[in-house]
């Protein structure tokens, strides 16, 4: 689908012509909102909602889609959902529809500052793969300090969305149609509440880039990018590649290192048995390996105990939200601001029942009980595959290569701002089956 293409497809049944940007409502829609504003407010969100506010009212949203996303119904549920509730309560917004990464770069660099603080919200429609592109594009520009201050939601349409289930989740939403969950998404970006979420900044040869989600280097970042040409089936790719995966065991050669906590702040039996386990099977113990420069605002610490390993991994994942899709609870232990990433990685090789285990139990975080695979929650870490292979952040493969060298990676705090309450729980979740079936729906 071409821009022109997809640009057609969102006025289609319009009266107006096609317009890429700034479908704003009639005024006829404006005249009838500002005399219903009680009434329609009361029944999209909370009354105490910056949508009260009359200044935040006024203020537009941005709203960015990807129409190839997932299984490419982005535009379709931009307007059979998102655009009717916007405009039946009146809420000004501009559309950006984009069909490449450079793309929607280029558009939000180009905007000045005050062009960009305009808006209440940013509206992200699509999957972890825009949002990833949108966050790495504000935090380039040069004011990145103020522009990032903008709350960023999500619409989630793609193969992979793992920051819309993890607010989801930790709201204690349930919904029971696919109305109802495509409502509750918009509420939130509607709502521009700002709710915090730490970053974590990557790094490898002269590049910087920033993560909301995860890291992957082996088995599952093979999965992530190699099932592309499976994306017409949405989030189920991954599981029918997984099984092909299985089929083939493949180790990568590398180097790990990473920063254990301090005892006094991760101090249950269990975690120090496993912290003791980690010490005997390391290579070595010393100080940081890290170099990188501490700007944006992070403090590194360069002189507590560091890991040492260098082995072959089957897999190195870290993840610093609870989903990473709307179907596997990774990180159960993961929260939105407790500066921590929980790296797991495998070391050796598996056989096809133990490949096959391991992506069973990763959709409710159960792997770190198996015998083979090591979690420890880290605030840095670092690896550097010593053979050719892929590296994903956010599900999206970043273009390192052996001559890169070592990729570093360290949380930094509060750095993200969400447009999500996690206050406004008026209704609770029923499980995470319940979201899995919300997702189904929304795609059919």
């Not at 709203?63 to 119904?73: A, E, I, K, T």
């Not at 109305?179 to 918009?186: G, K, P």
């Not at 995470?432 to 795609?443: G, W």
Request: aromatic content about 8%.
């Amino acid at each position: 689908m071409t821009i022109d293409e997809a640009n057609a497809e969102l006025s289609k049944g319009d009266s107006t012509p096609p317009k890429q940007t700034n479908l704003t409502p009639s005024k006829e829609q404006q005249h009838n909102f500002s005399t219903t504003t009680n009434a329609g407010l009361q029944e999209l969100i909370a009354p105490n909602s910056k949508l009260t506010d009359q200044h935040h009212h006024h203020q537009p949203i941005l709203v960015l889609v990807n129409p190839h996303s997932g299984r490419g119904n982005s535009i379709k549920i931009f307007k059979k959902h998102v655009l009717a509730i916007l405009n039946k309560h009146g809420i000004k917004h501009e559309v950006f529809v984009t069909t490449t990464d450079l793309r929607v770069r280029q558009y939000l660099l180009a905007k000045r500052l005050d062009e960009l603080t305009k808006y209440r919200s940013i509206m992200v429609i699509a999957g972890d793969g825009l949002l990833y592109e949108t966050v790495n594009a504000i935090m380039a520009r040069d004011d990145w300090q103020r522009a990032i201050k903008i709350p960023i939601g999500a619409i989630p349409t793609g193969s992979g969305n793992g920051l819309a289930y993890t607010l989801l989740n930790s709201s204690q939403i349930s919904v029971t149609s696919q109305t109802e969950a495509v409502r509750l998404c918009c509420e939130q970006v509607i709502r521009a509440d700002r709710t915090p979420c730490d970053l974590v900044k990557v790094r490898y040869g002269k590049e910087t880039i920033w993560s909301f989600l995860s890291i992957g280097w082996g088995l599952l970042a093979d999965i992530d990018i190699d099932s592309e040409w499976l994306r017409f089936l949405g989030e189920f790719r991954f599981t029918v590649y997984g099984v092909l995966r299985s089929l083939t065991s493949v180790s990568y050669r590398g180097r790990l290192s990473f920063k254990l906590l301090p005892d006094n702040l991760d101090d249950d039996e269990e975690s120090l048995k496993a912290k003791e386990r980690i010490r005997a099977e390391s290579n070595s113990i010393r100080k940081s390996p890290l170099t990188t420069t501490t700007d944006h605002n992070e403090q590194l610490d360069t002189t507590s105990e560091w890991i040492h390993i260098e082995d072959k991994f089957v897999c190195l994942y870290a993840v610093h939200q609870t989903y990473v899709n709307s179907a596997t609870n990774f990180s159960p232990k993961s929260s939105l601001t407790d500066q921590l990433t929980y790296l797991t990685y495998i070391r050796g090789s598996l056989n096809i029942y133990q490949v096959i285990e391991f992506l069973l139990s990763i959709e409710n975080g159960s792997h770190e009980k198996l015998p083979y695979v090591r979690v420890v929650p880290v605030q840095s870490f670092e690896f550097e595959p010593l053979q050719s292979s892929k590296v994903v952040v956010d599900g999206e493969l970043i273009p390192w290569t052996l001559g890169d060298g070592p990729i570093s990676a360290t949380v930094v705090p509060k750095a993200l701002n969400l447009a999500w309450s996690l206050t406004h729980t008026d209704v609770k979740i029923a499980n995470a089956q319940s979201l899995r079936q919300i997702h189904t729906n929304i795609h059919t």
